[in-house]
């Protein structure tokens, strides 16, 4: 099945009306997984509101990683399209978030090894990502700027593994057991890389 998603930064289209969560209270807010299952169903309301929870953090963790907009657009259309490609085999053995991200650490993988290349952070990184969260690029204090902007070059001296498992635990506050199946290591790989990631990322911000 294909299915035309809409842009990352800018929303998503409305569902067609008359469509319900199938197997979902009304009242109650229903859990990824539940949505995820009412999908693989038919539902698609389902999908629009997995979707509209999810599109935010995975683009930001795409466009930290990738420093490019227009290819994080084309890896995070493709991640979609293999959560779509897999809805009728999927099973609720881990959160729904945790699978999707173990797509798009598998995706990125590939991109690696395809490039073989890292390409430098763009000037302007920061201001992106405030206005994808913002939904309009910020007019922040230049103190504030700095300060991020310092925190961004911080983290792009990082090894991949560390930059990585630091934006999970962070940014998408994800367990560190969550970490560890999104990205194939262990506990305490996990607990070793995000600590020596810190030890870094606290030196690079006092230089």
């Known amino acids: 099945m294909n299915c035309a998603l809409p842009a ?6 409305p569902p067609p009306a008359g469509l319900t969560l199938s197997a979902v209270e009304a009242t109650a807010l229903p859990t990824d997984e539940a949505l995820m299952l009412a ?7 389902a999908f629009e509101s997995l979707y509209a929870r999810h599109r935010k953090r995975l683009f930001g963790f795409l466009l930290r990683q990738l420093r490019d907009t227009a290819l994080a657009e084309e890896i995070f259309q493709d991640v979609w399209q293999r959560v779509i490609s897999a809805r009728a085999g999927w099973q609720p053995d881990a959160a729904f978030s945790t699978w999707l991200f173990r797509i798009a650490h598998n995706r990125l993988n590939d991109h690696w090894r395809a490039a073989r290349h890292r390409p430098a952070a763009p000037a302007d990184a920061d201001l992106r990502l405030a206005a994808l969260e913002d939904g309009q690029t910020p007019e922040a204090e230049l103190s504030e700027f700095e300060q991020r902007r310092r925190i961004q070059l911080a983290m792009d001296d990082l090894p991949p593994e560390q930059r990585e498992v630091l934006q999970l635990r962070l940014e998408q506050e994800l367990s560190l057991e969550e970490i ?15 600590r020596y990631a810190m030890d870094k990322l606290r030196a690079g911000l006092k230089a």
Do not use: C, F
């Not at 990352?8 to 289209?13: E, I, L, Q």
């Not at 560890?180 to 995000?194: A, D, H, Y």
């Open 8 to 13: 990352p930064a800018t929303g998503y289209a």
């Open 39 to 45: 999908w693989a169903g038919g539902d698609l309301q």
């Open 180 to 194: 560890g199946q999104i990205t194939g290591v262990g506990r305490e790989t996990v607990k070793s890389r995000l």
